[in-house]
């Protein structure tokens, strides 16, 4: 079926490292692409969106590379900071109605 | 003060009774959505509304009703038909039907 998994559950870094977060969709359709960053029992917080009609998309400190070819999202967070540990969900957009979610990566990041 | 309110953050409840969690949202979004999630896990759609008076099944419906009688209000109602009702419950609206913004949640704890 259609579904967006990350390669890794885990991260960790070092606080100061670039961190890059890995996922790959399977629906070729798909025209948007969101990542989110959930704190511990909290809702999940927008961080980035990307459409198909793009390859990268920047934020501050933090940039979404979108390949097409092999379906393959990723998330880079520069200079990464113990307030960056979280999960990190990407998701696709299924016919422009709701999201697909992959099952997360946690990122710790140690000072 | 714009966002989205759920209430509560922790829900009790015995077996076999129905429970109704509140999702309220003052952003002016056409499309609201409610997703369950499990420890470790990502999120999974259980309903969403584009409209008023309109909403959709998701991918995990089954034990679970909605309504949509206003714009800002979109409640969840977890029935005793729903087998593991235990879980943190997350409600997100969208202007567009693309980027999602998410409440705190919901635990709903069933003994």
């Known amino acids: 079926g259609e579904s967006v998994g990350l390669h890794l559950p885990t991260l960790s870094v070092q606080e100061g490292d670039n961190s890059i977060i890995n996922c790959a969709y399977s629906?070729?359709?798909?025209?948007?692409f969101i990542w989110y960053k959930q704190e511990s029992g909290k809702g999940p917080q927008f961080i980035i969106d990307?459409?198909?009609?793009?390859d990268k998309r920047q934020g501050q400190r933090v940039t979404v590379l979108l390949n097409k070819t092999v379906k393959h999202l990723s998330l880079q967070i520069a200079a990464t900071q113990p307030g960056d540990s979280a999960v990190y969900f990407c998701?696709?957009?299924?016919?422009?109605?709701?999201?697909?979610f992959g099952k997360g990566t946690t990122l710790s990041v140690s000072s | 003060d714009g966002g989205i309110t759920q209430s509560p953050k922790y829900l009790f409840r015995k077996e076999g009774q129905n429970v109704t969690l509140s999702c309220e949202q003052n952003?002016?979004?056409?499309?609201m959505y409610w997703y369950r999630q499990d420890p470790g896990q990502g999120l999974r759609l259980i309903y969403y509304?584009?409209?008023?008076?309109?909403?959709q099944k998701g991918d995990i419906a089954e034990g679970y009703s909605v309504s949509r009688e206003k714009k800002e209000s979109f409640p969840l109602t977890v029935t005793s038909a729903q087998k593991n009702p235990t879980a943190f419950y997350l409600c997100?609206?969208?202007?567009?039907?693309?980027?999602?913004?998410f409440g705190p949640g919901t635990r709903l704890t069933v003994t």
């Open positions: 997100a609206s969208s202007a567009s039907g693309y980027e999602q913004y």
């Open positions: 509304s584009q409209i008023v008076n309109d909403f």
């Open positions: 998701a696709e957009n299924k016919a422009g109605t709701a999201l697909i």
């Open positions: 629906n070729s359709a798909s025209d948007y």
């Open positions: 990307i459409r198909s009609n793009m």
């Open positions: 952003l002016n979004h056409d499309a």
